[in-house]
């Protein structure tokens, strides 16, 4: 196990949320001191998650590689964060690869010991479940932005192909709310939030509404890049 002296305690409060001596006692009983200088990554994409992380000092990325190959950038976590937390209950591999942003200090645990000592240090499990929510919050923030950006695109590509075809810069498109659900699945209500973001951007004029049908104009070029930006960010 690491020295750790009376210096980390002034770095301790620098986290989010409060130590209590107790806790203060349990990091430097279970966990070991690390330094990482800036640029050096801590743990992989892929590694099996043995262990959890706290950040006492300085910043880390948090990267994931496309299927291009890019690693790209998530996050950046800063003094107080746990990494690798959700590893220890779902005993899965690591979704990103966590890279120190600066020169950093860590408190590494073993999933073990940090399991074990959790019924003891109260400020550290209300830390745990507070990142488990924030990250859900994120996750399902995430999977509803997806969810609406896939629904613009369909409805968009549908407003495309409905649109008759010629030199005109806008044409008028005529939907049917029904037939329009029953093809696409996307229903009356989620139509219209959608061509509300198409009107915001200029994409499409004012609809008019008449026997479950919307009558508007949509200027078929900018539609086109529209969905076609839309579609390289998914």
């Known amino acids: 196990m690491a020295n750790m002296n009376y210096d ?3 770095q301790i409060e620098s986290f989010n949320t409060k130590l ?3 806790t203060l006692q349990f990091l430097m009983k279970c966990g070991e001191l690390k330094k990482v200088p800036k640029g050096e990554v801590i743990s992989n994409e892929g590694d099996p998650s043995d262990t959890v992380y706290i950040i006492v000092e300085g910043t880390a990325s948090v990267e994931k590689t496309d299927p291009f190959g890019n690693r790209n950038r998530l996050a950046t976590v800063r003094s107080g964060a746990l990494l690798g937390e959700m590893g220890v209950f779902l005993n899965m591999k690591r979704s990103a690869t966590i890279v120190a942003h600066s020169d950093m200090t860590l408190i590494e645990f073993t999933n073990q010991n940090f399991i074990n000592a959790l019924p003891k240090t109260p400020d550290i499990t209300v830390r745990l479940l507070k990142s488990l929510a924030d990250k859900i919050n994120v996750i399902n923030q995430k999977y509803t932005d997806l969810m609406m950006k896939n629904t ?4 968009g590509i ?3 192909s409905s ?3 010629g030199s005109d810069p806008e044409v008028t498109v005529v ?3 029904h037939v329009v659900l029953r093809q696409t699945h996307i229903s009356a209500k989620r139509i219209k939030s959608v ?3 198409f009107l915001k951007n200029e994409l499409i004029g004012k609809w008019k509404v008449k026997d479950n049908q919307l009558h508007f104009r949509v200027k078929v070029a900018e539609m086109r890049g529209f969905l076609k930006g839309l579609s390289g960010a998914l």
């Open 163 to 165: 649109a008759a075809q």
């Open 20 to 22: 209590t001596m107790n």
């Open 8 to 10: 980390l305690y002034s």
């Open 158 to 160: 549908y407003i495309l």
């Open 195 to 197: 061509l509300n973001v």
């Open 152 to 155: 613009v695109l369909v409805l």
């Open 175 to 177: 939907l049917d709310t």
